[in-house]
């Protein structure tokens, strides 16, 4: 099954309900650090991560988020060398 990177944060107030989704996140992630996280997900381990972390969101937290990785370097590895539009150019990665 195809995966794609993507960034997950989150922001939750409660420790232990942090804690919790902070396992879940790392059992995907390839790197990260406090609340931010690369992880590779299938469509079907996107969605099991989403469903998972809004069980653990209250509605005085902060957010949540998966979004897409989509930068020039990752489509340039891609075979695509020509630059694309509304991506993040003005720094890039290397890990």
């Given at each position: 099954m195809?995966?794609?990177?993507?960034?997950?944060?989150?922001?939750?107030s409660d420790p232990k309900r942090q804690a919790l989704l902070r396992y879940?996140?790392?059992?995907?992630?390839?790197?990260?650090q406090k609340s931010a996280y690369e992880c590779m997900l299938s469509l079907d381990s996107k969605q099991q991560l989403t469903e998972f972390a809004l069980s653990k969101v209250d509605s005085g937290d902060?957010?949540?988020?998966?979004?897409?990785?989509?930068?020039?370097?990752?489509?340039?590895?891609?075979?695509?060398?020509?630059?694309?539009?509304?991506?993040?150019?003005?720094?890039?990665?290397i890990g």
């Open positions: 195809r995966q794609r990177l993507y960034i997950v944060g989150y922001d939750i879940n996140v790392k059992s995907y992630s390839a790197t990260g902060a957010f949540f988020v998966i979004e897409t990785v989509r930068t020039y370097w990752s489509q340039v590895t891609k075979g695509n060398l020509s630059k694309p539009e509304n991506t993040a150019t003005g720094h890039f990665y």
